[in-house]
């Protein structure tokens, strides 16, 4: 399993654009309104803000914070640095009920390759089966996201363990 740059230059193909993403942490001290869900949080509104989606992941893994304490993350498409911190606070607290004055600033993290984008005439070249017992997965292929890279996985493991199957007979 590779990121999809890596899988086109191992074989040889085209690479996808990649898409940059920016991320802040955020730390919760006292959640005095909000529904506590495990839910991701995405701007549906007909004039979206800044973020691409937010979620309070202490609600899913309560030992992502010290007692006591929420851990909120934000994301965005493209790189933004600390100046927009706060832009990105008051739009996580929008999105999930909170106080934007009750989030504090942990740290912000850019990734300028963090997705594919996806390219369906790019997708059609490639096969999970590479060569003999050379099998890729990666996200890049069918659906640029984390729920696609686990796809891809899963389905590069089923060809694996039907090749093995047919081998046997």
């Given at each position: 399993?590779?990121?999809?740059?890596?899988?086109?230059?191992?074989?040889?193909?085209?690479?996808?654009?990649?898409?940059?993403?920016?991320?802040?942490?955020?730390?919760?001290?006292?959640?005095?309104?909000?529904?506590?869900?495990?839910?991701?949080?995405?701007?549906?509104?007909?004039?979206?803000?800044?973020?691409?989606?937010?979620?309070?992941?202490?609600?899913?893994?309560?030992?992502?914070?010290?007692?006591?304490?929420?851990?909120?993350?934000?994301?965005?498409?493209?790189?933004?640095?600390?100046?927009?911190?706060?832009?990105?606070?008051?739009?996580?607290?929008?999105?999930?009920?909170?106080?934007?004055?009750?989030?504090?600033?942990?740290?912000?993290?850019?990734?300028?390759?963090a997705l594919p984008q996806f390219d369906a005439s790019l997708a059609k070249q490639y096969s999970h089966?590479?060569?003999?017992?050379?099998?890729?997965?990666?996200?890049?292929?069918?659906?640029?996201?984390?729920?696609?890279?686990?796809?891809?996985?899963?389905?590069?493991?089923?060809?694996?363990?039907?090749?093995?199957?047919?081998?046997?007979?």
């Amino acid at each position: 399993a590779t990121d999809p740059v890596t899988t086109a230059q191992l074989l040889n193909q085209p690479a996808a654009a990649m898409k940059s993403v920016t991320t802040w942490y955020f730390a919760l001290k006292h959640r005095n309104r909000g529904p506590r869900t495990k839910l991701l949080a995405v701007d549906g509104s007909t004039n979206p803000g800044l973020l691409a989606n937010s979620v309070v992941l202490t609600d899913a893994a309560r030992s992502y914070a010290p007692t006591g304490y929420d851990l909120v993350s934000a994301s965005a498409i493209g790189l933004y640095g600390d100046t927009q911190s706060s832009a990105a606070a008051d739009h996580a607290a929008l999105l999930h009920t909170l106080n934007p004055a009750d989030l504090q600033l942990i740290k912000c993290y850019q990734i300028a390759k963090a997705l594919p984008q996806f390219d369906a005439s790019l997708a059609k070249q490639y096969s999970h089966l590479a060569a003999e017992q050379i099998y890729i997965a990666s996200d890049g292929i069918t659906t640029p996201s984390i729920n696609g890279a686990i796809a891809a996985g899963s389905e590069a493991a089923d060809l694996i363990l039907f090749q093995q199957l047919k081998d046997v007979k």
